[in-house]
């Protein structure tokens, strides 16, 4: 994309991307996957930034209502644009992404229309998909309870059959059997997906998923016996108070007995439960593939609290010469290059490894589908572990952006307060990060024991199987330049998972019982549980580089991101790699060595390399991050839209500020 198409005039930039020494296109290829990604995400972002209706530059300025509208006119439009455009799915996507708003769709898009998919019969999908694919209907998911949401099992809603009318009766029958949560449920949706205790022949059967009108197709009012609202306010100006996340109660309302998801169990008309062949934990699916896709979101949001913090650095100079020469531009301070430049590195590696997960996914979705379940729990412990570690990393690296860019980063108009208000609750909807951490440990103390019955892993967790090795290896560094060597680095990174892995096993057989033992050394095995993902990002980045990548010195850069990667984990988690016995305390300074020396080959590709996520100023919405580095300009700018601004004696005065300072003249000339 041409710089003016950016918006920009004069590049204040141009110096720092003179200094790139790769070729940023090659990069935006290897970024977004091919050059067919590139194009069509380039078509999307730039329709979406020329439309008027999508602007959001006074989006944290609304009343929460005027915010709700807001969304309601960009969703009605977004479908009507992609209808007239015939815009594909990946399309459609990227559009939704652009626009950059939470609401009701992607509840819709994302766990409605997948929960039909993956849980319901042929006949099922072909009734309610077809509504849904329309948009005749609008559905949300809707399984979290004001009393619980970790604990699915502990959810209170019944669905009783009634054989008499062939219907089962959906009923909160208490205060915390409320639903509470779902996006859309509030104020929009139609129709859900209602998790709920099935109960049939006296017998309470767990729960299962339900589909239910909400709401009027002709007026929009709730159907008899629901009641529903918004739960409130959320976090933050803007962000994610575009969404109308609901609370619902139901009061005995009946649904024939076939809007039952039936793929997994059926109810006969005699009120028989039959379970299917599939296992039951595909009633968890839809989650495993919202997981899959939260990881391509937290690589997204990171990259442009990135791109923003990198750009302003560049611009931002303090303090300089005492000979009064020029001041220093604020990225080169090593200290902000060693806060800043491993955020660079996390997120090229985690955009990578979503990519893999992302076929991982697809690869267990074709297995299940020829009746091949063996590959579940890996998938379920790869969705739930990466999105734990990326999304925790990401909400935390966006904080510290926020600091890296001083007070302005403080700014609603620097972008930052909003992108971390938005993406703070990844860390905690689809599962909890530390509630999904402990099921990764379940399942690697699973494989430990396997492994200790001669059972050889597969997968992700192939290495265990080189446990006498890895058990009592050192590392074979030496000098700083040791640490360049991707087989060195992934052998400590192996080591550390594997160890930490079996030093909580045989912790827990020393437990009175597994149960006690898991739940004492709970902390213990969620670092753990880090550890083995932290192994799966950097070998996927590792593996990558091995693929062919185009472009004048784009493999070189990435190399050195890798290298970032894993060495600034060594020095974060060196008490890790001290106590497992992985590394010395000289090697873990030959790795801080390195990657001192790899920031400072970064620094001239800082700038290129944040223009290689190809994002458009409307997409990253910072008078921090525009392409043209006119932040000055854009703040001041920016600062005169406040509604506060709009008259130059504030509301307010002739009631509560000039009776006070008459007041205390008054008082003063007494
Ligand atoms: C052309 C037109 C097209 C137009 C297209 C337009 C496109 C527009 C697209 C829009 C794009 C939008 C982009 C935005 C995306 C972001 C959207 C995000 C929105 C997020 C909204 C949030 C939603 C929610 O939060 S929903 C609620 C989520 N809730 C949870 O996650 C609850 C967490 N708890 C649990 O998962 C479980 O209860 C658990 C796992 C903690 C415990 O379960 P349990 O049953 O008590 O189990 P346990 O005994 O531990 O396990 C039993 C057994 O089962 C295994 N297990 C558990 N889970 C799974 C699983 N998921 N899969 C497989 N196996 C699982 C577990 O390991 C145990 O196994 P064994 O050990 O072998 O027994
Ligand atoms: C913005 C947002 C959107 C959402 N959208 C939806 C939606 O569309 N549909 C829907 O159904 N739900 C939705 N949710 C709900 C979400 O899925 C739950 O909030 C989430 O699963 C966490 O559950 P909880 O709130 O019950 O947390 P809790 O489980 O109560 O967590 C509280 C604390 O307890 C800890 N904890 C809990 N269990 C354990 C354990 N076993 N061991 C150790 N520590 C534990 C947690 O780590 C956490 O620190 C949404 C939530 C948010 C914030």
């Given at each position: 994309m041409a710089a003016a198409d950016w918006g920009g005039k004069a590049d204040h930039l141009a110096g720092e991307r003179a200094t790139a020494q790769f070729d940023v296109d090659g990069m935006k290829v290897a970024w977004a996957g091919s050059r067919h990604a590139v194009e069509v995400a380039d078509r999307m972002a730039c329709l979406v930034a020329s439309d008027p209706v999508f602007r959001k530059d006074t989006r944290t300025m609304l009343s929460r209502k005027e915010l709700f509208k807001d969304t309601l006119k960009k969703a009605a439009h977004a479908w009507k644009r992609t209808v007239e455009l015939?815009?594909?799915?990946?399309?459609?996507?990227?559009?939704?992404?652009?626009?950059?708003?939470?609401?009701?769709?992607?509840?819709?898009?994302?766990?409605?229309?997948?929960?039909?998919?993956?849980?319901?019969?042929e006949e099922q999908q072909k009734k309610w998909l077809t509504m849904a694919y329309k948009f005749q209907i609008i559905g949300t998911y809707a399984q979290t309870e004001l009393g619980h949401g970790s604990n699915v099992q502990g959810l209170e809603t019944t669905a009783t059959f009634d054989p008499s009318t062939d219907e089962?009766?959906?009923?909160?029958?208490?205060?915390?059997?409320?639903k509470w949560w779902p996006g859309g449920l509030g104020k929009t949706s139609t129709h859900a997906v209602v998790y709920a205790r099935l109960i049939t022949e006296g017998k309470d059967y767990g729960i299962h998923g339900f589909i239910m009108q909400l709401r009027s197709l002709d007026d929009h009012s709730p159907l008899p016996g629901i009641t529903i609202g918004?739960?409130?306010?959320?976090?933050?100006?803007?962000?994610?108070?575009?969404?109308?996340?609901?609370?619902?109660?139901?009061?005995?309302?009946?649904?024939?007995?076939?809007?039952?998801?039936?793929?997994?169990?059926?109810?006969?008309?005699?009120?028989k439960y039959v379970h299917s062949d599939?296992?039951?934990?595909?009633?968890?699916?839809?989650?495993?593939?919202?997981?899959?896709?939260?990881?391509?979101?937290?690589?997204?949001?990171?990259?442009?609290?990135?791109c923003i913090a990198v750009r302003y650095g560049a611009i931002?100079?303090?303090f300089g010469s005492k000979?009064?020469?020029?001041?220093?531009?604020?990225?080169?301070?090593?200290?902000?290059?060693?806060?800043?430049?491993?955020f660079l590195a996390s997120a090229y590696a985690f955009r990578f490894v979503g990519q893999w997960l992302k076929w991982l996914y697809t690869d267990v979705t074709q297995k299940l589908e020829s009746k091949d379940f063996s590959t579940l729990p890996e998938a379920h412990a790869c969705t739930a572990g990466l999105k734990s570690v990326t999304t925790s990393a990401t909400a935390d690296a966006i904080e510290e952006c926020q600091k890296l860019c001083g007070g302005h980063g403080y700014l609603n108009s620097s972008g930052l307060p909003e992108l971390f208000a938005v993406n703070l609750p990844a860390c905690t909807y689809e599962g909890d990060n530390v509630v999904l951490l402990l099921q990764v440990a379940r399942f690697l103390m699973k494989t430990v024991s396997q492994v200790a019955s001669g059972k050889q892993p597969v997968g992700t967790t192939a290495y265990m199987g080189n446990i006498q090795h890895l058990m009592q290896c050192k590392s074979v560094v030496n000098t700083v330049e040791d640490w360049l060597n991707p087989a060195a680095i992934k052998e400590v990174f192996e080591a550390r998972a594997l160890?930490?892995?079996?030093?909580?096993?045989?912790?827990?057989?020393?437990?009175?019982?597994?149960?006690?033992?898991f739940s004492e050394l709970s902390p213990d095995l969620v670092e753990a549980a880090v550890a083995h993902v932290q192994l799966i990002i950097v070998t996927k980045f590792i593996e990558k580089l091995q693929e062919d990548i185009l472009g004048h010195g784009v493999k070189e850069q990435l190399q050195k991101l890798c290298g970032i990667y894993a060495l600034h984990l060594i020095h974060k988690h060196l008490?890790?790699?001290?106590?497992?016995?992985?590394?010395?305390?000289?090697?873990?300074?030959?790795?801080?060595?390195?990657?001192?020396?790899?920031?400072?080959?970064?620094?001239?590709?800082?700038?290129?390399?944040?223009?290689?996520?190809?994002?458009?100023?409307?997409?990253?919405?910072?008078?921090?991050?525009?392409?043209?580095?006119?932040?000055?300009s854009a703040l001041y700018k920016e600062a005169w839209k406040d509604p506060l601004n709009e008259t130059v004696v504030p509301d307010g005065y002739q009631e509560h500020l000039r009776p006070l300072l008459k007041q205390q003249l008054k008082l003063s000339r007494l």
């Open positions: 015939h815009l594909t799915e990946e399309e459609a996507n990227l559009l939704r992404l652009y626009i950059d708003q939470p609401g009701y769709v992607d509840l819709h898009w994302v766990m409605f229309v997948p929960a039909i998919k993956g849980q319901g019969t089962f009766i959906m009923h909160s029958p208490t205060l915390t059997s409320s918004d739960i409130g306010g959320k976090f933050g100006s803007g962000a994610y108070n575009s969404m109308d996340n609901g609370v619902m109660r139901l009061d005995h309302v009946r649904i024939p007995r076939d809007q039952m998801l039936m793929r997994l169990a059926q109810v006969t008309r005699e009120g599939v296992p039951k934990q595909l009633l968890y699916g839809t989650m495993v593939y919202v997981r899959q896709t939260i990881v391509a979101d937290a690589s997204r949001a990171l990259s442009r609290a990135v931002r100079k303090q000979a009064g020469g020029p001041e220093t531009q604020v990225l080169n301070y090593k200290t902000q290059q060693s806060r800043l430049f491993p160890r930490m892995a079996v030093n909580c096993a045989q912790n827990i057989s020393k437990a009175p019982s597994q149960e006690e033992g008490g890790d790699f001290l106590s497992t016995g992985c590394v010395t305390a000289r090697q873990g300074s030959l790795a801080n060595e390195r990657l001192g020396k790899l920031y400072a080959q970064v620094r001239p590709n800082a700038v290129a390399l944040v223009d290689a996520f190809d994002y458009t100023d409307h997409y990253l919405g910072s008078a921090l991050g525009r392409y043209d580095g006119d932040v000055y």
